[in-house]
């Protein structure tokens, strides 16, 4: 998608001041648009909610994600991811543009670096906000179906990989705290960081309402 994005700013004017007036989003670049996305985002709840519900001890193969307070919030998540993307992409076009014209490089020259740094660019970028919003969904739902199920307490577990940084650590460290209660580090639920891999358990018997995103 960033190329394509690059090619709708170099056909018209590379070096244009106006890139965010050229510039076409990821959300109209993406195949399917921000329905698509969203309905990942759907997709990860689906499965969040579900595996929220195994922690409690309820086996289901069935979660709705039809709760109208979650879907908004999800969709203001897409709106936000979608702008950081263009805002990112956008500040390092600029960025690589300027350190060219500094050099002399011709046009064609700088649309080709672009491009090519494009392919770099483009895959670490998706892997990791692929799998941060993976992450920040699932603990997101998890997190709504322990509270509405009248879960009392919780736990921050870390995954245990070289990705843990000190924030999870001291929040794992905080033990059983209540839910709603903000962590060591200020965090309600995980993600602490687009690499951050913990999660929740909730601890003891919860007053399930037996809530599966129907309402």
């Known amino acids: 998608t960033i190329k394509k994005q690059i090619l709708q700013v170099v056909k018209l004017d590379p070096f244009a001041s106006e890139i965010k007036e050229q510039w076409q989003s990821f959300d109209q670049i993406y195949p399917g648009g921000k329905k698509a996305i969203f309905n990942f985002y759907l997709w990860v709840g689906e499965e969040a909610g579900k595996a929220a519900l195994s922690k409690l001890g309820v086996g289901t193969d069935t979660f709705f994600m039809k709760n109208q307070d979650i879907k908004d919030k999800l969709r203001e998540r897409v709106d936000l991811v979608i702008k950081s993307i263009d805002d990112i992409n956008i500040n390092w076009i600029n960025t690589t543009i300027q350190r060219c014209l500094q050099k002399q490089m011709a046009s064609s020259s700088i649309t080709q670096l672009l491009m090519d740094e494009a392919e770099i660019v483009a895959d670490k970028r998706g892997r990791l906000i692929a799998e941060g919003e993976f992450a920040y969904v699932q603990n997101f ?25 000190e924030a999870c650590v001291a929040n794992e460290g905080a033990g059983e705290i209540r839910l709603g209660d903000k962590f060591p580090k200020g965090q309600l639920m995980p993600p602490t960081n687009i690499m951050c891999r913990c999660f929740l358990l909730p601890i003891g018997k919860a007053d399930m309402v037996y809530w599966r995103g129907e309402y």
């Open 141 to 165: 739902i998890e997190f709504e179906t322990f509270k509405r199920n009248k879960v009392k307490k919780i736990r921050w577990k870390c995954s245990e990989d070289e990705k843990i940084v």
